[in-house]
């Protein structure tokens, strides 16, 4: 289970496609500009940052209820130490056809050592915008891509994908890498963009699993103790951060059922996250359907009947407790038809974030996710129209602005 998780997060190495003429993009990306939303004012609906929590909802600074509706977009957690497709797309682009599909935010992954690199890989400086970001450490390629991001009314979400660029460790530490520094790279960043309000957060640890645990005590591998220090020493820097906090995948005292990776979150209703600064959890579990892993669940008899369940069970309690509210990282797969396991999985799912009002980033903009595919094609031009389709249950017809209060 664990190789064929882990492939989720692998690539293929970059290629350089001939480059592409400025009319294609004109043709394939319609969307707003931020610069044009005043002429639409009265059909946009402006999110005033920064972001906090009540009760179950994400709210902006003005009380109303925002919902994230995402993509990850990985990369930087990776060998190349930059995000993925740059090899083939003006990064710009890239983030104006995210924003014209109906998209409000990206979540996007960092490794410790990448932020800590001096070089990047995989970017074709000679295409368009590219060439702003050549001589760029990674973290000033985080930088340019976040500040455009902003400019095109984008939110961010932080994410802590891995510590070294290779794989997903279990715990916070480990790989060479120390719990300081897991949580200095936080603090680093939290410093760093503490004036951009559309970075919004931070993913503390993607998919705690193997020995982490929730609400043992166990200072070693108890993941809602470490997501306290972090979250406590990221609010120390920047007290407007969403703290989002995935789940485990075992070791919970009582817990009834079996999860993904960073799904358990059956811990929360008796060993809350607690931090200093009120109003910023938010629980964040990670669903994915058998193109993943071929999960008993799958095969149990009263599938896929037994899906609602098991979501109720898992995570949205916490929502109907009104204890905090329910990001949901990650979730996608290939298949989006109505008979395959992973399709009946995938059009239950996207049903069940919808009805419930459940924020979101898809797994993932990029094609060269293995087991699960993207929402780009292997051209990292063209959309994967059937699933687009799914996801558009989700999105609103007109893009949302954001803005610093």
């Known amino acids: 289970m664990i190789r064929s998780i882990l492939h989720r997060h692998l690539s293929r190495k970059p290629f350089y496609p001939i480059l592409f003429v400025a009319a294609i993009a004109a043709i394939l990306f319609n969307f707003i500009a931020p ?12 999110i ?9 909802e994400i709210v902006d600074a003005a009380g109303q209820p925002v919902l994230l509706r995402g993509v990850n977009w990985f990369g930087l957690e990776t060998e190349t130490n930059s995000p993925h497709g740059l090899w083939a797309r003006d990064y710009k682009e890239m983030l104006g056809q995210i924003k014209g599909l109906g998209y409000n935010v990206i979540r996007l992954p960092y490794s410790v050592q990448g932020l800590r690199a001096a070089e990047v890989s995989g970017i074709n400086f ?5 060439q702003e970001l050549q001589g760029k450490k990674p973290i000033e390629v985080m930088d340019a891509v976040i500040q455009e991001a902003g400019r095109q009314g984008l939110m961010v979400l932080l994410d802590s994908h891995r510590l070294n660029n290779q794989r997903i460790p279990e715990l916070w530490y480990g790989d060479g890498f120390t719990e ?10 939290a410093e760093r963009y503490k004036n951009q309000p559309h970075v ?3 993913d503390l640890k993607n998919e705690p699993h193997g020995k982490a645990s929730w609400g043992t005590g166990d200072r070693a591998t108890d993941w809602r103790l470490a997501a306290e220090r972090a979250g406590n020493a990221i609010l120390r820097v920047n007290r407007n951060w969403l703290i989002v906090v995935e789940g485990v995948e075992n070791n919970v005292p009582g817990q009834r059922l079996k999860h993904w990776m960073g799904g358990n979150l059956e811990g929360v209703k008796r060993f809350p996250v607690r931090l200093a600064v009120q109003n910023r959890v938010v629980y964040s579990p990670h669903e994915y359907g058998a193109g993943v892993f071929q999960q008993p669940w799958f095969s149990a008899i009263d599938f896929p009947r037994n899906l609602t369940t098991r979501w109720e069970q898992g995570f949205f309690y916490i929502v109907r407790q009104k204890i905090a509210p329910i990001f949901v990282g990650e979730f996608g797969g290939r298949q989006v038809d109505e008979k395959s396991k992973e399709g009946i999985w995938q059009r239950r799912f996207v049903d069940y974030l919808k009805r419930n009002q459940l924020g979101f980033a898809y797994w993932s903009w990029n094609p060269n996710s293995q087991d699960t595919g993207g929402i780009l094609q292997d051209d990292w031009v063209a959309i994967d129209q059937p699933k687009q389709q799914l996801l558009n249950q989700l999105l609103p017809v007109q893009p949302m602005q954001t803005q610093a209060r």
């Open 126 to 130: 000679a295409i368009g915008s590219n």
């Open 35 to 46: 610069e044009s939303l005043p002429s639409v004012a009265q059909m946009t609906v402006r």
């Open 200 to 202: 919004i957060g931070a």
């Open 48 to 56: 005033q940052l920064p972001l906090s929590t009540r009760g179950s």
């Open 180 to 189: 300081e520094d897991w949580i200095s790279t936080w603090t680093m960043l």
